[in-house]
């Protein structure tokens, strides 16, 4: 069975910074791990993803202020945020897929606001 379990949202100031963290289990090999946000009253949308060889991809949005990475030893993928903005207020899910199937997980809130 395959779980993906989010930590590290939050409350943060405007201009600070915060770091997601997603571990993955039932899952093993190769597959792509990413992180959605979706704001009240909006669409979920992709923030980024880094797919099995590596490659990332961003959200224009989001590109020079969010890092993504992950440590397969751990089957973890992490976010790395900075600059955080009011407008980054979300709830963040991370997203595994893995032959063929995309597993979500629970969601993490960050609200940026002073």
């Known amino acids: 069975q395959v779980q993906l379990v989010e930590s590290g949202g939050g409350l943060v100031q405007p201009g600070g910074s915060l770091r997601l963290s997603c571990a993955a289990s039932?899952?093993?090999?190769?597959?792509?791990m990413g992180w959605y946000r979706q704001a009240p009253g909006k669409q979920r949308e992709l923030v980024a993803v880094?797919?099995?060889?590596?490659?990332?991809n961003y959200a224009n949005s989001v590109k020079g202020r969010f890092t993504i990475s992950r440590d397969r030893a751990k089957s973890a993928v992490y976010l790395q945020m900075i600059s955080l903005a009011p407008e980054d207020t979300a709830v963040y899910y991370c997203?595994?897929?893995?032959?063929?199937?995309?597993?979500w997980g629970q969601g993490t809130q960050v609200t940026v606001s002073s």
């Open positions: 997203n595994a897929v893995f032959r063929g199937n995309s597993y």
């Open positions: 039932g899952i093993s090999g190769l597959y792509a």
């Open positions: 880094i797919i099995s060889d590596g490659r990332t």
